[in-house]
C-alpha cells in the first residue's frame, strides 16, 4: 500500500427535504452569490427551497453557468462578486455549476490575471478562497465532496483543472429527490462518469490495497445493480439515493488512498469534449475500453480481477480476462445507452487524434499511473476509438 | 436509505515513517501533553520518533492510562493539564489512550464536576475542548477518526461512553509499522472489535443503502482475508497496512451513514469487562452471536445477506442462511483464537445476566436497532452466551 494522507471536511446533509438545514449552516452575516446552470431549478421546485432555506440573508444570484463551465461566463459572476462584496457562495446545480463556483471563490481572492490559477496552476489551501456550499441537483462528478475543478476557456480550447484544500465545500446538500426531474440522458451519463471515476483510480496495477479495491468494486457493483432501475423504472427514492451516494463516493479521495491513479481516459476524454462538444462522460466510455487493451501489458492483473470479481469470469488466462473484462465494460457502457466509438458521435474524427498528439506534446505531458504514456501512444488509443 | 450528516475532518496520514510528519502539523507556540499507556513506546521506537516529529515544542507527558481508560487516573493527567497550562494534547497508544485524551480534552474546558461529561452526558461541540493529534499504536477501536469515547470508573464499576462533533482528532497518524510489535492476542482482538464494529451497523434489518452494505462487507471480507496471515505468518507490511485501515474505516462514521444501527452487542459486552475484566473485543464476540440468535426474527434478511454475500452459502430458507451465517462468524472468531462463550472465560458466571438485567432497568434502557430490546430481553441473551 502506498502511503497517504486523507482529509475530506466537507459536511454531507443527505436526504428527502434536507435543503431547508443549510438555514443552520450558513452564517447569518453573509452576503451569498448564489449561483445555477439553465435555470432547471425554477422549475423543479428546487430554486423555492433554496430560497426558503436562504429566509433573512442577504443574497444575489446568478445563473446561466453552461456544461463544461465557461471561463468567459464565469468572469461575468466574478464582476458580480466584486461589485456586490459577495463573501459567500452557494452553488446550486451539477458538476458544472459547483467546478465554476469552486474557481470562484478562488478568483475571488487572487490578485492577478484569474486565468493562471488554472495554467499556472495555483494550488488553493484553506483561506486562499471564499467560503462555499453546494446544493447538487445533477449527480454525476463528485465535485460536491472534493476540492478539484476543471474549467473550460472557448476563445483558445482549453479545458483545465486545478484544485487545492481551501476548495472543499463548507456544506454539501444531497437530496435524492432531484433526481426525479433528470432527463434519462443525463442520468446515464453520471452513472458513466461515476463509473469511470472509479476505473480511473482501480485500473491500473496492484498495491495489496485489498480494502481500497473493495471499496472501489461495491461502487461499480451498485452503480450497474441501480442502472437499469435508474434508466427503465419509475422514480424510486432509494435507487435515487444509492445513485447519488455513489456518484460522490467515487470521487471524494477516499478509493484513491494508497492506490497509484492513471486520469489518462478523464486527459484525452477532455479533448473529445473540447473538439466536438461531446458530453463529458461519454468521452470517458469512448476512451476507457481502446485506454486499457493499449495498456493491458501493464494493467492486467486489475483487469482480470475487475473481471473476476464485478462480473463473475474464471475461466481463461489472466489475458483473456482482462479482455472479457473491458468487454463486459464495453456491453455495460451499451446497456445505458451510451455508444463507445468516437465514429458514432461524430463523422469528423478524421485528424483528431493528431491534433491531440500535438496538443500533449506542447504541454510535454506523459500520462498514465506510470507516467509513460506519450502523446504518439495518446495519438493510437484515440485512433483504436474511432 | 436513512436521512443523514456525515463530517469527519480528521487528517489521516498513513504510512511508513510518517510520524515526522507531525512536525508540520502541530501549531509551534502549544504546549503539548504527550499521552501514553504502559511504556510499550519506550521500547518499539515510537516514542523516539514521536519526540523527535516534537522537537523545538514544549512537551509534558504522562504515561500510564490503562486499557478501559479510568476515570480515577485520567483526573490526575488533568491535574497536570492544568498545573502546566497545556494547550494541546497528543495521545500516542490504542483506542484507550485516545479515548482517554478525548474525556480530557473536554475535560480540560469543562466548569464543573468532569464526571458530568458523561454521566449526563455532555455533547461536544466545537470550541468545546482541547485541540488534540493522535498517533496509532494499536487498530483496534477507530478511535483515531471518530469523536467518541468511553470510560470507565474503578470506584462505581460503571463503563459510559460519550462523544461530538468537537471531539475529532485534528490529525492521527497511521504506521502499519507498529503493528510489527504488538502481541498476536492483541491483534486478535483488534481483528474482533473491528469485525464486531461492523456487525453493529449492518446485522438490523435492510434499508436498501446498497452502497453502504457493500462497504461494510468489503471490511469484513479484508478482515477475514488478512486474518491468518496477520495471526500466522510473519510481519507483512501491506498486511498490517490493510488491517489498519479496515480498523479505522470500520467506525469512523461512513459506513453507519443512511443506515440503522444496534450497539446492543456493545452495551452488553462493557458489563461483561465491567464484572470480569474480560478484554472488549472478546466481550463482544461473547455476546454478539446470541444476541443475533435471539432477534433472528428481525434481523434474518441482513443475516442470511451476510451468510450468502460473505460466506458463500445459497442453499436453504432465509432462516437456515442466518443461522449458518451466525455459525460462520462464530467460527470465524474461533479461528483467531477468541472463545464465544462466557464460561470458557470464567467459572463465576452465575448471575451476572441478573446484574446486567437489573443495571440496564436502572438506566431505562432499551437496545438494538428498534429501542425494543428491554433489560429481560438483555438477560436471555447474556444467558444464552453462558
Known amino acids: 500500500m502506498l502511503n497517504f494522507e486523507f482529509k475530506n471536511p466537507t459536511k454531507i446533509i443527505f436526504g428527502k427535504g434536507e435543503i431547508q438545514k443549510l438555514n443552520n449552516e450558513i452564517p447569518k452575516d453573509v452576503r451569498v452569490l448564489i449561483l445555477y446552470g439553465g435555470g432547471s431549478i425554477k422549475t423543479n421546485g428546487i430554486y423555492e427551497q433554496v430560497l426558503s432555506a436562504l429566509e433573512g440573508l442577504q443574497i444575489e444570484e446568478f445563473g446561466g453557468i453552461p456544461a463544461n463551465p465557461e471561463y468567459e461566463v464565469l468572469l461575468e459572476a466574478l464582476k458580480v462578486i466584486k461589485e456586490k462584496n459577495i463573501n459567500y457562495l452557494l452553488a446550486v446545480g451539477g458538476g458544472s455549476v459547483i467546478d465554476g463556483t469552486k474557481f470562484l471563490a478562488a478568483a475571488a481572492m487572487y490578485e492577478g490575471d484569474p486565468w493562471e490559477i488554472l495554467k499556472k496552476p495555483v494550488r488553493i489551501f484553506e483561506g486562499m478562497a471564499l467560503p462555499f456550499s453546494t446544493v447538487l441537483t445533477l449527480p454525476a462528478t463528485g465535485s460536491e465532496m472534493n476540492s478539484g475543478y476543471v474549467i473550460s476557456r472557448r476563445g483558445t480550447g482549453e479545458k483545465l483543472s486545478s484544485g487545492g484544500p481551501g476548495l472543499f465545500p463548507q456544506v454539501s446538500v444531497l437530496d435524492p429527490e432531484v433526481v426525479r426531474s433528470i432527463p434519462k440522458k443525463q442520468i446515464a451519463n453520471g452513472i458513466a462518469d461515476a463509473y469511470s471515476h472509479v476505473l480511473e483510480q482501480y485500473m491500473t496495477y496492484p498495491t495489496s490495497a485489498t480494502l481500497q479495491d473493495r471499496f472501489s468494486e461495491s461502487i461499480m457493483q451498485t452503480l450497474q445493480e441501480i442502472a437499469p432501475k435508474m434508466l427503465n423504472e419509475d422514480f424510486d427514492y432509494d435507487v435515487a439515493g444509492n445513485f447519488m451516494w455513489c ?6 479521495g477516499l478509493i484513491s488512498k494508497g492506490v497509484p491513479t492513471d486520469w489518462a481516459v478523464h486527459a484525452m476524454g477532455h479533448e473529445l ?29 486489475k483487469l482480470a480481477q475487475y473481471a473476476e470479481r464485478i462480473w463473475g469470469i474464471t475461466e481463461g488466462s489472466e489475458e483473456e480476462k482482462a479482455e472479457k473484462g473491458i468487454q463486459k465494460m464495453e456491453t455495460f457502457f451499451h446497456s445505458i445507452g451510451i455508444p463507445t466509438r468516437l465514429s458514432e458521435y461524430t463523422t469528423a474524427y478524421e485528424g483528431c487524434a493528431e491534433r491531440i498528439e500535438k496538443t500533449f506534446a506542447e504541454r510535454n505531458w506523459m500520462l498514465g499511473e506510470y507516467r509513460k504514456l506519450s502523446p504518439q501512444d495518446v495519438k493510437e488509443i484515440v485512433q483504436m476509438s474511432y
Open 247 to 252: 456518484c460522490t463516493m467515487a470521487l471524494n
Open 273 to 301: 469534449t473540447a473538439q466536438f462538444g461531446i458530453d463529458h462522460a461519454r468521452t470517458l466510455a469512448i476512451i476507457a475500453p481502446s485506454h486499457y487493451r493499449f495498456n493491458i501489458e501493464s494493467k492486467k492483473e
